[in-house]
């Protein structure tokens, strides 16, 4: 493979592609990956066949079970997983293994409001094609940086905006797009549930919520509307910090838009579930479900989440999203599998590595997944270096693969035909261009080895063979097939028998009487933590800058280049501060300032920027340094993720 290439016609990017995209080839072609499986000895790792390694997995997994029970061993894997790898993961760890311990790697660090979004509108999914962003007569976006993280979808919502969309940015940064905006709204961390009711209260008493809508197909108005009482718009603008005139016309922009689109990042630094919330009864308040161009879409800068999810790579959900509870769900796949599933509800990568699940877990597998690396508010190395058994599949060398007992190695994107569910939906078919090197094997296939080396019968011959159990374990996907995601750019779901072509919208074809929920929101108490000791907020900002330290990115000279270049001028990484803050405490861009915390400090280079609000700093590089310097080593446990944490500036 020499090169990427985009596809002019696809409905999505329209031949456009993000810096990552263009230069994934590098990553399959480095000279660095792994081709055979690796085993630790007592002389550091050392290269075995696969019969052995798939042996000594087996073994040490049975002996796991047999010694401590099968909750004792938990399954995670990244959300750039294929989906059929993803599905017989989570399918071994429930149906071989007897443990509903397994998640997406993003749990540690995500906040996908899954259950949000199953409870008010009852789909966990965005609601609407990226396509349709050129018809949204308003758009919100709230929380991403999308030049930096979804430049594709960014230069969407740019170009909607020059064709007379109105733009309305939320974030307590000033990144490029928001420079676009007709309305930034540039708040005080931990202030967005406040906001959002706020404005709610403007459309109620302005009168422009759509009735008709509401009493057609929503639940528990009244209770809202009580809650919604409690907000005061001049008291809500103090607390935010943003202008109540400003907050007041970008309500109304959005109320009376015909059709107007939400998008929210799901990463759990930008918000708790309570701003989720208060985002989608906007929607619910001005009718925007169900129809073109509007809508709300949950964004995620990982390829897959969607299908990771969708595949039932939750702790408390199956397949499908079914509650692992729901005895009919569970006899539904007890059926297809031959094999009981656990009801217990298991546990998520947080609890596991925060403290190795309180000491009962043993043994973990980490598929495409490099938690010492990204797992920011889990001290990962310190859980992983306890255990009896860490199983690592991967491309290359991670620093998790440091913790490994036995390194498996994968193959590459493009190097198997396997599918993906990206941010709208879109169940999609990469195609083999390429074969891989001699030696690695595709994840789904060495799932399979392991799990027949537990007596289970799994005999898949291709990644087709499970997509085909996929349609009948997940019933919104069962009109998917292989052959009919190579054409026409895959298919959106819900996809089933009796609607082939897929979905572009969710409820297209009408929505049923009281389908949605309106969520109750209480007005929240103001942030709490500021003081004239600590008075200014610490965002730890990881995601903003994420890429710089993924491990594939490390393995791309062009992405490392692209990604890293601010590391070029600050190589032991830097906090952003306001112009104005810079000028009271007197430094210069690049100078070093301490970070005074209530348990420790932290000495950083100044980036002195724009993007960033007097009051407010924000640590993207060297996350966890900082939070260990600032808060002590306890920081992982007890760092609450969706609050800032604050902090005194000094000149050093």
């Not at 990144?175 to 109620?204: C, H, N, S």
């Not at 509650?323 to 094999?339: N, S």
């Not at 609450?640 to 000149?651: A, C, D, G």
């Amino acid at each position: 493979m020499t090169g990427v290439y985009p596809s002019m016609s696809h409905p999505s990017n329209q031949g456009r592609i993000c810096v990552r995209g263009w230069n994934v080839h590098e990553v399959a072609s480095s000279t660095d990956r792994l081709r055979q499986p690796l085993l630790r000895t007592t002389n550091g790792f050392k290269e075995v066949s696969w019969e052995k390694a798939i042996e000594f997995v087996a073994r040490r997994m049975r002996d796991i079970r047999d010694w401590h029970g099968a909750d004792a061993l938990a399954f995670f894997n990244s959300p750039r997983c294929s989906n059929e790898e993803s599905y017989l993961l989570q399918k071994l760890a429930r149906a071989v293994v007897g443990t509903n311990n397994v998640e997406h790697g993003t749990g540690v660090y995500c906040n996908n409001s899954i259950d949000t979004l199953l409870e008010m509108i009852g789909h966990p999914a965005t609601t609407n094609s990226v396509g349709e962003l050129s018809e949204s007569e308003v758009l919100v976006v709230d929380g991403v940086d999308l030049g930096m993280q979804l430049p594709t979808i960014g230069g969407r919502v740019i170009r909607a905006r020059l064709n007379g969309a109105k733009l309305i940015v939320v974030d307590a940064r000033r990144q490029r797009v928001a420079e676009q905006a007709d309305f930034f709204l540039q708040l005080r961390p931990g202030t967005r549930a406040l906001l959002y009711g706020a404005m709610a209260k403007v459309i109620v008493d302005r009168g422009l919520m759509n009735l008709p809508f509401i009493k057609s197909h929503c639940r528990n108005y009244e209770a809202f509307l009580e809650a919604v009482r409690q907000y005061d718009l001049l008291a809500v603008a103090e607390c935010c910090g943003v202008p109540a005139e400003r907050i007041e016309a970008a309500a109304v922009a959005y109320a009376q838009a015909k059709s107007a689109a939400i998008l929210y990042s799901t990463g759990v630094a930008a918000r708790g579930r309570g701003s989720t919330r208060a985002l989608v009864n906007l929607a619910l308040l001005t009718g925007n479900i169900g129809r073109r161009g509007g809508g709300i879409f949950a964004l995620t800068e990982h390829n897959n989440l969607q299908g990771t999810c969708d595949m039932g790579m939750l702790p408390d959900r199956l397949p499908g999203y079914c509650p692992v509870g729901d005895e009919a769900a569970r006899r539904r796949l007890e059926i297809l599998w031959k094999a009981r599933v656990p009801e217990t509800p298991g546990l998520d990568a947080q609890r596991v590595f925060d403290n190795a699940g309180g000491g009962q877990v043993r043994g973990v597998w980490l598929l495409r997944y490099d938690p010492v690396n990204t797992a920011i508010f889990c001290d990962a190395a310190s859980a992983l270096s306890k255990m009896e058994l860490v199983v690592v599949q991967h491309l290359f060398m991670t620093s998790t693969a440091q913790y490994a007992h036995v390194i498996l190695p994968v193959v590459a994107f493009g190097e198997e035909r396997v599918s993906f569910t990206s941010t709208d939906r879109r169940i999609q078919l990469a195609e083999k261009v390429i074969e891989p090197p001699p030696g690695p094997k595709p994840a789904w296939r060495q799932l399979t080895e392991v799990a027949r080396a537990l007596d289970a019968d799994w005999h898949y011959q291709d990644a087709g063979e499970v997509m085909e159990e996929i349609t009948r374990a997940v019933p919104f996907y069962s009109g998917a097939t292989h052959e009919n995601l190579a054409r026409n750019y895959g298919r959106q779901w819900p996809c089933t028998r009796d609607k082939m072509l897929g979905t572009k919208y969710l409820f297209e074809e009408g929505i049923p009487p009281q389908a949605f929920n309106f969520a109750v929101v209480p007005r929240p108490q103001t942030p709490q933590g500021a003081s004239d000791d600590y008075p200014v907020a610490a965002i730890f900002g990881n995601s903003l800058y994420y890429w710089n330290q993924n491990v594939l990115v490390q393995h791309s000279e062009t992405l490392k280049r692209e990604l890293r270049v601010l590391l070029l001028d600050y190589p032991e990484g830097f906090v952003e501060v306001s112009e104005e803050d810079a000028r009271r405490l007197g430094v210069r861009d690049g100078e070093k300032i301490r970070l005074v915390g209530h348990h420790g400090s932290s000495v950083a280079a100044a980036r002195v920027t724009g993007e960033v609000r007097s009051g407010t700093i924000t640590v993207p590089f060297f996350v966890k340094e900082v939070m260990k310097q600032i808060m002590g080593e306890g920081a992982f446990e007890a760092v609450s993720r969706t609050k800032p944490v604050f902090v005194r500036l000094e000149k050093a």
